[in-house]
């Protein structure tokens, strides 16, 4: 006992040594004696990391959290939604024209079918979905129907392509926009192009004191015999290190969704020929010739407005049936009747699992011949790389295996920015506490050399023409610390 209460105040001195050391290491850049332009990049970074970590981690905090919740809504849309979604198997099926039939009947045939999607599986439901003025954007009405019997077993709200019920979709729009519609958009689009910055200028910090550090371990794993602040310091590091890949992953497959970024993305691609192919679903001019891949870029309905005839149940079946015999040949099928006259038919595989099956088919309801064509393996390498990474990103590409993935990388974002404010609330100034870390250094780029300066500011330019949020709140945080540095001077003047 007395030699414990002997080495006890030595104990606290050693891990206040340590924490000292750790936070002028991590903080303070080089020592004295180094030249001072040769520090002023790392103080960049920190600097930057600092700011964007502080007034942008909440967004990204809760695009994680909702996202990891996202991540589970697969498991969970079947458990709440399994009668809606499956029927006992009983060894045979009746006709999918009787299905659409009995859905017709269900609905008492005052709205539109906008798409039929025909059962997968064994076990599982046809769905027959309509147009539905009441519903929002996006929105449809689905009429789900037992394959064996034609029993309607549900009728529900989806979402998108993706047909997403209503549970799945109050967690997909918490995620996107927070229930706010296009405003709350902004929120998603910050996190996302947030992400990759803090991201990358985490991994400069981490590459400059690795380097210059005697406990390199503590930068791969988390040292757990430290105390305070070079405890905390160290899970962060380590954890940011390994999470790295995912992080920027997520920032950019998270861009592609969001209203500026993901605009100016689009053009890009455009201009460079990376779109994803469609059908050309105008038959107006006569012109497009069977099985050619013709205007891919076009599709749609066709000028004019005229709505078309309301489709029978047995046209279904039959688009179906030519469909299958070109390059459909996969369960998770879509068929889409016409909106408008001198429009095709458009018969698509919607399996977004690998292997990837998108292939699509356009069809003359008048003639029931193949106007046009697109096969996934045909796509561009641009166009395939976006959907491989929007599909794993929802956490469809692998099933299970991707969904845990994707929850473990946003609880580890999500713990990251927690380790972040525990450090920043540790190396706070106090009255009269002590003060563990030194806060990032202002005004870096006045001890940068002319050619640094020009690069960083060339680079903001790029980027905020290309992600103009990001641009914009860069800007603010430059003005901010240049107000923060001009008070400071003043203060001491004082």
Do not use: C
């Not at 414990?4 to 020592?31: F, I, M, N, Y």
């Not at 981490?206 to 371990?217: E, G, Q, T, V």
Request: net charge positive; charged share 20%.
């Amino acid at each position: 006992m007395e030699l414990g209460d002997s080495t006890r105040p030595k104990e606290k001195v050693l891990t206040r040594l340590h924490d000292r050391q750790d936070a002028r290491g991590a903080d303070a850049g080089p020592p004295a004696g180094l030249p001072r332009r040769r520090s002023w990049f790392p103080s960049f970074l920190l600097r930057l990391h600092f700011y964007a970590a502080i007034f942008v981690g909440p967004f990204i905090l809760v695009a994680a959290g909702s996202g990891a919740l996202y991540a589970l809504t697969p498991q969970l849309e079947q458990m709440v939604y399994a009668q809606q979604l499956h029927a006992p198997v009983r060894g045979h099926t009746v006709p999918l024209a009787e299905q659409i039939a009995a859905s017709e009947a269900f609905v008492g045939g005052s709205e539109t079918i906008v798409a039929v999607r025909p059962a997968p599986r064994p076990g599982d439901t046809t769905r027959v979905m309509y147009a539905d003025g009441r519903l929002g954007e996006s929105e449809t009405r689905a009429i789900f129907v037992d394959p064996s019997t034609a029993e309607i077993r549900g009728d529900l709200t989806a979402y998108g392509t993706s047909g997403a019920l209503p549970i799945r979709t109050w967690i997909d729009q918490l995620h996107r926009n927070l229930h706010l519609g296009d405003a709350g958009r902004l929120y998603s689009e910050l996190a996302a192009s947030w992400l990759g910055i803090i991201a990358l200028a985490g991994l400069g910090l981490w590459i400059a004191r690795i380097r210059r550090s005697r406990s390199k371990r503590d930068f791969l794993r988390p040292n757990r015999s430290a105390r305070g602040y070079r405890r905390i310091f160290s899970w962060h590091a380590s954890t940011g290190v390994w999470l790295l890949i995912g992080a920027l992953f997520l920032s950019a497959t998270g861009i592609s969704w969001s209203q500026w970024g993901g605009g100016n993305l689009s053009t890009l691609r455009q201009a460079f020929d990376w779109s994803t192919p469609s059908v050309q679903t105008d038959l107006s001019d006569g012109s497009s010739p069977s099985g050619e891949h013709a205007g891919h870029g076009g599709g749609g309905a066709s000028d004019g407005g005229t709505p078309a005839p309301a489709p029978s149940p047995e046209d279904f079946e039959r688009a179906l049936a030519v469909a299958r015999g070109v390059n459909v040949n996969t369960g998770l099928v879509e068929i889409r009747p016409p909106a408008e006259a001198g429009s095709a038919w458009v018969v698509q595989e919607i399996q977004r699992s690998f292997p990837t099956e998108v292939d699509a088919v356009a069809i003359d309801g008048a003639t029931m011949q193949v106007t046009d064509r697109t096969d996934f393996s045909e796509f561009p390498l641009a166009a395939k790389l976006t959907r491989w990474g929007i599909d794993t990103h929802m956490g469809s590409m692998f099933g299970l295996p991707n969904q845990l993935a994707l929850f473990v990388l946003a609880a580890g974002i999500m713990a990251m920015i927690i380790f972040g404010y525990l450090m920043w609330w540790k190396r706070r100034p106090t009255g009269g506490g002590r003060l563990v870390g030194k806060p990032p250094a202002s005004q870096v780029l006045a001890r940068a050399p002319w050619w640094g300066v020009l690069a960083i500011l060339a680079g903001g330019l790029v980027i905020g023409l290309f992600l103009p949020l990001l641009g914009l709140s860069l800007a603010a945080f430059v003005v901010t610390d240049v107000l923060v540095g001009e008070f400071q001077r003043r203060a001491t003047r004082a």
